[in-house]
């Protein structure tokens, strides 16, 4: 037996088998070869090829290692060595053939089990050094008993298999080594690679056995059942074939007498497609209930209409089609990238999504609501999630919708009726997970046909919509795949229970920088498109764009901004079409000659506060906006506080409170006694037109007053927001993002918060807190000492 540092000896019943200590490694993928076994290969790739020339100019052996299972999006991230298994098989190869197009193909020998101890290249292939595993010799009473148990229920198995051949019988019958019976047992039993690779690793024959014992008498029961499975089966088809030739006899005795008519062509072409239709079985039941009903119908009945129409629907359905997620989530972050700018928060969440659905099958789709105001894309938003995701897309509004069957459909009693919008979806999708926007659920409306809103409750509620049943089908649908997405300007008129069902993801309007990159990246290169132009004839420089956002749109989103810069493109496509091929440069300086004056000079920042006018900060559907409180105080009063502006009840008790509170806090004071007695105030909230409420003016209001005692006069780039109570207690407000980029777009330096809104601040642009000083109070006194510094000492 040689001993030296190149080769290992191992002693066979056969002789002495001599092992390379290191040796080139083969993967296999989705096989386990065992020693002593015959297998062929088949080498393509060109390294693998060459390690095939390096092995036959040499000692003609390799390792063959199997690959572990991994789905195919991790296998690029993972090192090729970490993708096989450290124990395989040395193969000796016997034959070789050469093919033209350069593969080869292979006819090697398992001669031992071998272990890779550590890797010495990897390229053009793996070469590793390798110790070779000693098989326990185990010949006692027990290991016999398992050889015969595992050997009998084999045989069994070959009785019973189409594609074992009846030679292994007699091959396993011969064998009297309970390893190498164990080894041939196991390369030809159906099982998966984890399984083989196993019982590759296990050097005692007995545990082999063992592990073989349990697999086969399993493999045994499968066979056994599909068997049974197949002779009932074939009594079925036996019995389908005798009604199929009876009808064919039928069909054929009524063309000679001339009665085929359409209706039975009908028939067969819908029974043959609900024969081939995979339904749930409810629905299997009820579709064979009303293709035995129809059969039994004149074609002239007015029932024979409805009731293939509702075949029809119950064909078209795809009950159990769903299209592969895509979930490759670079692939994902760059089309959200691609398609919208900012709207973090929704992107992070289609993410989340996508890595949970990668870690779990069967994860429920999420139910989203978008809300904010117009224009900064919400709706075009979903198109763009489901392209990331790799669904079908599937878009209704939902505004003013007032019949609750537009979402269950209708009962097929009715004439003309037809399942609601949400099936139709499906339907139109063709696929069972799509995704669904359902477009301002904010403007749901409700009459004497009922409400939608109370039917949406069940379409989005992931406990309930996996049984979600159609008035029209009359049968349970599972919409529990469905990634549904609905959007909303605002969530007060969203009913409580509806809401409560939704995973609300507000958005809120767009800094004037944002609005510049959003122009910049997607406004600009599709109206320039869109108007015919190309960057010869047009360009914007980033001082006209600015000078377009700040002083000819007055918005949250970016709708306005979009017919703007086509405004200006259509007047250069006017001048290109007559002839002027010169570049026009839009600039801040000459952005009149193409959109005339600014269209907003009204809510801007005024020039100078007078006395007992401060600025507010209001929240609207379309976004923030500043609001100016203006105050008198009149002589010859009573103390008497008036309030106008088409102002509601909450913000008439703010203004209450406010006074209430400055009264008590300065009436004992001689200097004031008569400001407080001999006067009468009026607060008056400009835009009459336009209703007004909520508290989160009660600092404004308060300041109001002060400014009214003191004769002193705001600064005019101070603004604040802040509910207050009767004792002077500054409580948080809603809506805090959306003021401040309203106060940022007019300038505004410094904006006096309620100190429980600190922590909103976050969600706050970077460039918006570097341009604003926020003061957080906790109460009116340190709101006045802010807004009239010293007054309070």
């Known amino acids: 037996m040689a001993d030296n540092d190149q080769d290992l000896m191992k002693l066979d019943h056969s002789g002495e088998i001599v092992l390379p200590r290191e040796m080139p490694i083969l993967p296999i993928s989705e096989a386990v070869i065992f020693p002593a076994m015959m297998v062929p290969l088949v080498l393509s790739d060109a390294n693998l090829v ?118 292994l019988k007699v091959v396993v019958m011969n064998i009297d080594d309970p390893g190498r019976l164990a ?69 054929a005795i009524q063309r000679e007498l001339g009665e085929v008519d359409e209706g039975s062509v009908e028939l067969d072409d819908l029974r043959e497609r609900l024969e081939a239709a995979d339904f749930p079985e409810k629905v299997q039941l009820a579709a ?9 119908m004149s074609p002239g009945a007015s029932e024979y209409t409805v009731s293939k129409t509702y075949l029809d629907w119950l064909l078209d359905l795809p009950w159990n089609q769903s299209s592969e997620d895509k979930l490759n989530l670079k692939r994902a972050e760059k089309i959200l990238e691609r398609d919208h700018y900012g709207l973090e928060d929704v992107k992070e969440r289609i993410i989340q999504y996508l890595a949970v659905r990668k870690l779990k099958d069967n994860h429920r789709g999420p139910i989203l609501c978008l809300a904010g105001p117009p224009g900064v894309g919400k709706t075009s938003l979903g198109r763009s999630i489901a392209e990331a995701v790799g669904r079908k897309f599937f878009r209704f509004s939902l505004g003013g919708m007032r019949d609750e069957a537009e979402i269950r459909g209708h009962r097929r009693t009715y004439v003309g009726s037809m399942p609601g919008r949400i099936i139709n979806g499906i339907k139109e999708c063709g696929t069972n997970n799509p995704v669904f926007m359902l477009d301002e659920i904010d403007k749901l409306g409700q009459d004497f046909r009922g409400d939608p809103a109370s039917a949406l409750l069940e379409v989005l509620d992931p406990e309930q919509n996996c049984d979600f049943t159609d008035h029209y089908l009359n049968l349970p649908f599972d919409l529990s795949n469905v990634m549904f997405i609905t959007t909303a300007n605002m969530l007060d008129t969203i009913p409580r ?10 958005l809120a309007g767009y800094t004037n920088l944002e609005k510049l990159q959003i122009a910049k990246r997607y406004l600009m290169p599709r109206q ?26 007055r918005e949250a989103g970016v709708r306005n901004l979009e017919r703007e810069i086509g405004s200006v493109c259509r007047k250069v496509a006017t001048d290109v079409a007559k002839g002027k091929k010169k570049l026009q440069v839009i600039g801040a300086n000459n952005l009149e000659e193409y959109l005339g004056s600014a269209s907003f000079t009204g809510d801007s920042l005024r020039r100078h506060l007078k006395v007992g006018v401060v600025t507010g900060l209001a929240w609207t559907q379309v976004g923030g906006r500043i609001l100016y409180i203006e105050g008198l105080s009149m002589p010859g009063g009573r103390g008497n506080l008036k309030l106008t502006g088409q102002v509601g009840s909450v913000m008439q008790e703010s203004a209450s409170a406010a006074f209430s509170y400055l009264r008590n806090r300065f009436g004992g004071r001689e200097e004031y006694t008569e400001f407080f007695t001999g006067r009468d105030f009026h607060i008056h909230l400009p835009a009459g037109a336009v209703p007004k409420d909520g508290p989160s003016a009660g600092i404004a209001m308060a300041s109001v007053l002060l400014s009214l005692m003191l004769n002193k006069n705001v600064d005019r780039r101070t603004a604040m927001t802040g509910e207050i109570t009767l004792t002077g207690a500054v409580l948080p407000i809603g809506g805090l993002l959306e003021k401040v980029l309203a106060a940022h777009r007019l300038g505004i330096r410094t904006i006096v918060i309620p100190a429980d809104n600190e922590s909103d601040l976050e969600s706050i642009p970077d460039e918006v807190r570097e341009a604003i000083e926020f003061v957080p109070v906790a109460n009116l006194d340190e709101a006045w000492e802010a807004i009239f510094p010293g007054i309070m000492n």
């Open 50 to 167: 060459k390690l095939a020339d390096d092995c036959l100019a040499g000692q003609k052996i390799l390792g063959a290692f199997s690959q572990r299972e991994i789905a195919e999006e991790d296998e690029d991230e993972m090192d090729e060595r970490d993708l096989i298994y450290r124990v395989g098989t040395a193969v000796k190869i016997q034959k070789m053939l050469r093919f033209p197009d350069g593969s080869m193909r292979l006819l090697g020998q398992g001669i031992a089990r071998c272990r890779i101890k550590k890797f010495l290249e990897t390229d053009p292939y793996m070469l590793a050094s390798v110790e070779l595993i000693e098989e326990d010799i185990q010949e006692d009473s027990r290991t016999l008993a398992y050889m015969r148990g595992v050997a009998n229920n084999f045989l069994k198995i070959i009785d019973a298999s189409e594609t074992l051949s009846e030679e």
């Open 183 to 251: 080894d041939l047992i196991a390369t030809n039993l159906d099982v998966d690679v984890a399984q083989k690779q196993k019982m590759l690793e296990e050097k005692s024959p007995r545990k082999r056995l063992q592990i073989l014992s349990k697999t086969v008498m399993k493999e045994l029961d499968v066979l056994e059942l599909g068997q049974k499975l197949q002779t009932r089966v074939r009594k079925s088809i036996d019995k389908d074939q005798r009604e199929y030739y009876l009808r064919q006899q039928l069909k």
């Open 288 to 296: 064979d209930r009303e293709l035995d009903r129809l059969g039994r």
């Open 528 to 553: 320039i498109e869109a108007n015919g132009l190309t960057g010869k004839f047009i360009r914007f420089t980033d001082a006209g764009m600015m000078r377009i956002v700040e002083d000819h749109t």
């Open 497 to 506: 229970a509806l809401l409560d069902r939704m995973e609300v993801i507000q």
